[in-house]
Each structure stands twice: as C-alpha cells, then as structure tokens.
C-alpha cells in the first residue's frame, strides 16, 4: 500500500502555488499527479512527479491509500 493525494485535494507545487490534483497515476517507477492551477487568468494543467507536489500550506492534506491485492 501507498499514500497519496487524493483527487480533488488541495496542493502546492512550486513552493508557493497553490493547485487541484486532477489525476493520480501509479507507474513501475513511482506515482505521479495531475495537476490543476490558476496563473492570473489562465488554466494550466501538468503532470507532476510525486516529490514535487507537496501539502498544502494552509490545511491539511487528503490523503488516500492505493494498494493491490494479489
């Protein structure tokens, strides 16, 4: 099992930019995030390796737990 943002929740990217998980995606290689943000009127959406996305500055993260059962 691992942890990670749940779509939906609230993030920071960049340090200070505050941004939407669109997307997650479990990869051989790790997981990464789709990521929503607003640079004044435009919508950007990327994909995020997962050390690059952070919690939130102002709240608290949601995480989920996402695991196979064999």
């Known amino acids: 099992m691992i942890t990670v943002f749940k779509p939906g929740s ?4 960049g340090g200070d930019i505050a941004a939407t ?3 997650v ?5 790790g997981v990464t995030y789709e990521i929503v943000w607003w640079s004044e009127r435009t919508r950007n959406t990327q994909w995020f ?12 993260p949601e995480l989920g737990k996402v695991g196979f059962v064999s």
């Open 10 to 13: 609230k993030v920071t990217i």
């Open 21 to 23: 998980v669109k997307q």
């Open 25 to 29: 995606c479990l990869q051989s290689d």
């Open 49 to 60: 390796a997962d050390f690059e996305v952070n919690a939130p500055k102002d709240g608290k």
